[in-house]
């Protein structure tokens, strides 16, 4: 039985192209029950089947991104209806924790927005008993920038607009900024609220990140997983985010795409054009950009290119990953990462993931990386 725990506060919510009818949405349930049982869409179940369970089955704890946490509900309900002996316990405690969490050696692996940096890097090596940490993009979905305004479900955004509504200088709906791309909508003379996690996270660095490159003076802060100026209104975790901007009138935040429900969203200005967000427009980003430099043969953690004009890019892509040990001191542990995070990255995890969450699957390129460093995961003794 999967016992996924949530911090944040608020119920997850639908994705507009993914819709939480069956799998998700008993995960759900069972993030805010803390170990319900959740149903199984009979086909990612089936699919599971193939996976390579461990003998006498055991349990697996992880921490971290509460991005990842709907994906997370569809993996272990698949996996668990596979490997009935084995339980997978993740407490979607936001990505800064989950890294915490596991340098600390109180869980087996992390979920993170963020791939590790080079002092986390170091700290998590000593607690793999010197050997290698990784970082694995196994979940990519779009960062939406979603708003909540009575009778508008979609605006076109450029990218130094949302600098400038997050930087809090513009402050009104009707701005001339907002209207010239967005002619044939009738703005309210409405004050903007932005809202931003106040949680550490990576769904922060990430967004960050993207306005520090894209937005140019508009955004004058560096890439930080923590918000960098005094919120107008914050809220922890994806879903408390979501809960913000349902509450009131001119909220506008940004979000893991999978927890969107029916606010309104923003196509980002890319180039000459606007792109809204999907995993196909996702994906392209991700394509496009390369790993980071400095990675070794087993880590890929990737430098996306926010700056791109490929037209059917979107450019706030949130890459998680799963950070884990190449060795690890308890042979059952090795045995249950390797298990589980193969499926994970395995061609029926990534369509479990995307099914349910509207997530981009990872392209086989990508998934040959990652099971050739899986394969490698091992126990020191």
Same mark, same amino acid.
């Given at each position: 039985m999967t016992k996924v725990h949530r911090k944040d506060t608020g119920a997850v919510k *639908? =994705?507009?192209y993914g819709q939480f009818a069956g799998l998700a949405l008993a995960g =759900? *349930? !069972?993030l805010s029950a803390c170990g319900s049982d959740q149903a199984v869409d009979p086909k990612h179940a089936a699919d599971a089947r193939n996976v390579d369970c461990v003998d006498g089955g055991g349990t697996l704890s992880g921490a971290g991104s509460s991005a990842q946490e709907n994906a997370v509900a569809a993996w272990t309900a698949a996996y668990e209806g596979a490997c009935g002996d084995t339980t997978i316990n993740? #407490? !979607?405690?936001? =990505?800064g924790a989950g &890294?915490?969490?596991?340098i600390d050696g109180a869980v087996t692996f992390a979920g993170s927005d963020a791939a590790l940096d080079k002092k986390?890097?170091?700290? $998590?090596?000593? &607690?793999?008993?010197? =050997?290698?940490v990784v970082n694995l993009p196994a979940y990519i979905s779009p960062i939406a920038v979603a708003f909540n *305004? #009575?009778? @508008? #479900?979609s605006l076109n955004l450029k990218p130094e607009v949302i600098g400038d509504i997050f930087n809090q200088k513009i402050t009104k709906w009707n701005d001339e900024k907002i209207a010239a791309d967005n002619p044939d909508v009738e703005l309210p003379d409405t004050k903007i609220v932005p809202v931003n996690r106040s949680d550490e996270s990576g769904t922060t660095e990430n967004f960050t990140a993207y306005l520090a490159e894209a937005a140019g003076d508009a955004w004058p802060h560096e890439a930080d997983g923590n918000w960098p100026i005094k919120p107008a209104e914050a809220a922890q975790g994806s879903s408390g985010v979501v809960s913000a901007i349902q509450g009131g009138q001119g909220t506008i935040g940004y979000v893991d795409a999978s927890h969107v429900g029916g606010l309104g969203t923003a196509s980002v200005g890319v180039g000459d054009g606007f792109v809204a967000y999907s995993p196909e427009a996702a994906a392209a980003i991700v394509d496009a950009s390369p790993e980071r430099e400095g990675n070794t043969e087993n880590d890929h953690a @990737?430098? *996306?290119d926010y700056l791109t004009k490929e037209s059917s890019a979107y450019p706030i892509v949130l890459v998680s990953y799963e950070i884990a040990c190449m060795e690890y001191e308890d042979k059952k542990n090795a045995e249950l990462v390797k298990s589980f995070l193969s499926y994970v990255v395995s061609e029926a995890g990534q369509q479990a993931s995307s099914d349910e969450t509207g997530s981009a699957p990872i392209s086989s390129e990508t998934r040959d990386k990652l099971q050739a460093t899986i394969d490698k @995961?091992? $126990?020191? !003794?």
């Open positions: *639908l =994705s507009k =759900s *349930l !069972a993740y #407490d !979607a405690v936001g =990505s &890294r915490s969490q596991f986390e890097t170091e700290q $998590a090596t000593e &607690r793999c008993k010197g =050997s290698e *305004l #009575d009778g @508008i #479900d @990737i430098e *996306l @995961i091992g $126990a020191s !003794a």
